[in-house]
């Protein structure tokens, strides 16, 4: 069974990045795919990105698109979410997910971390 765990949440001001780790030990499926979603208070959680096995494939929220990139190291077991030009509305608790398939809007993961909180400030 994989675990994940994720790290680099903070604290910061409008305008500055994050970069959030999430480090898998084991897997689930052959060929994961891995994916970041996030929860604000009082709201459903909701998909940030994904990336298939391998990183030739990602999508991403249109929220984010062109602010976050997804990537990932297979040999390290390690996927990553740079943010950039970060937002108040952007603050979250941030979820790693590995799924099956990274078309994580229409196939749910199986597996989530803990998650790791980031706020913004104005």
């Known amino acids: 069974q994989v675990q994940l765990v994720e790290s680099g949440g903070g604290l910061v001001q409008a305008g500055d990045s994050l970069r959030l780790t999430c480090a898998a030990s084991?897997?689930?499926?052959?060929?994961?795919?891995y994916g970041w979603f996030r929860q604000a208070p009082g709201k459903a959680r909701e998909f940030v990105a994904s990336?298939?096995?391998?990183?030739?494939?990602?999508d991403y929220a249109d929220s984010v698109r062109g602010r976050f990139t997804i990537s990932g190291d297979n040999a390290k077991n390690v996927v990553y979410l740079q943010m950039n030009s970060l937002k108040p509305e952007d603050t979250a608790v941030y979820y790693c997910?590995?799924?099956?398939?990274?078309?994580?809007?229409?196939?749910?993961?199986?597996?989530w971390g803990q998650g790791t909180q980031v706020t913004v400030s104005s």
């Open positions: 997910a590995e799924g099956s398939s990274a078309s994580m809007k229409i196939i749910p993961p199986s597996t």
């Open positions: 084991g897997r689930t499926f052959n060929r994961p795919a």
């Open positions: 990336i298939n096995y391998g990183g030739t494939g990602t």
